[in-house]
């Protein structure tokens, strides 16, 4: 199996990346193909499909922000079982992400996450592929060591409608013990990471606002 960047829109492993993830991911999850052009060229993102015998089976997303010393998984897709994606993934992705902060000079402290929360997901199939069900994901990032942040969650929608979308948690894998999260830190996270999308929901707005008056915010079990 193959551990490919995709660093513009007019890769055919983009397409086919893309195509998964909107066989995958409702709709207010997934930006519009032509918007993703800028964001392939940033440096500070990687998007990397697997692709086995020439055919994309699965993708990931992922930043390091060293300034915060954090990382960020968007998403991990799994698109076909019983080829091993899920460990793959993971482990090429954390191998990039040490490397990337020690070619950075800094540490990495910890990588966030939205997870589903499979008690409140409605109608999501997740284009009926078992391990994309979220309940499966869960207790896969419950082992690996994710936990969630005491706080109410939402998210602006990538629709760029302005809308809040719900039904996730942001979870966090310390790579430092640690059972809280200094608030200031994840308002500052959440304030960098969607600054690209400039309509924000008030509930997003006052969400992010709360935090940052937090001294800690608790790390949960999931």
Same mark, same amino acid.
């Given at each position: 199996m193959e551990f490919i960047r995709i660093t513009s829109i007019h890769d055919p492993y983009f397409a086919a990346m893309h195509r998964l993830m909107q +066989?995958?991911? /409702? /709709? +207010? +999850?997934v930006l519009e193909a032509p918007l993703w052009e800028e964001p392939l060229q940033d440096n500070g993102l990687r998007v990397y499909v697997a692709v086995e015998r020439g055919q994309v089976v699965g993708a990931t997303e992922y930043r390091y922000y060293p300034e915060m010393e954090v990382a960020m998984t968007d998403f991990t897709i799994i698109g076909r079982e019983g080829l091993g994606i899920g460990p793959f993934l993971a482990q090429r992705r954390q191998q990039e992400l040490n490397e990337w902060a020690v070619g &950075?000079?800094?540490r990495l402290k910890g990588m966030f996450a939205e997870i589903y929360n /499979?008690?409140?997901?409605? =109608? @999501? &199939?997740f284009g009926g592929i078992k391990p994309m069900d979220p309940f499966v994901r869960r207790e896969v990032l419950a082992h690996l060591g994710y936990r969630k942040l005491d706080m109410d969650y939402? @998210? /602006? &929608?990538?629709?760029g409608d302005? +809308?809040?979308v719900g039904e996730l =948690?942001?979870?966090?894998l310390p790579y430092e013990e640690t059972d809280t999260l200094p608030g200031s830190l994840v308002a500052q996270?959440?304030?960098?990471?969607y600054a690209i999308l400039p309509n924000k929901p008030a509930a997003w707005t006052e969400m992010v606002e709360k935090a940052g008056t937090r001294q800690q915010i608790p790390l949960l079990p999931i």
């Open positions: +066989e995958v991911f /409702p /709709p +207010e +999850e &950075s000079g800094r /499979p008690y409140l997901i409605q =109608d @999501h &199939s939402v @998210h /602006p &929608s990538w629709l302005g +809308e809040a =948690d942001l979870c966090y996270f959440l304030t960098t990471y």
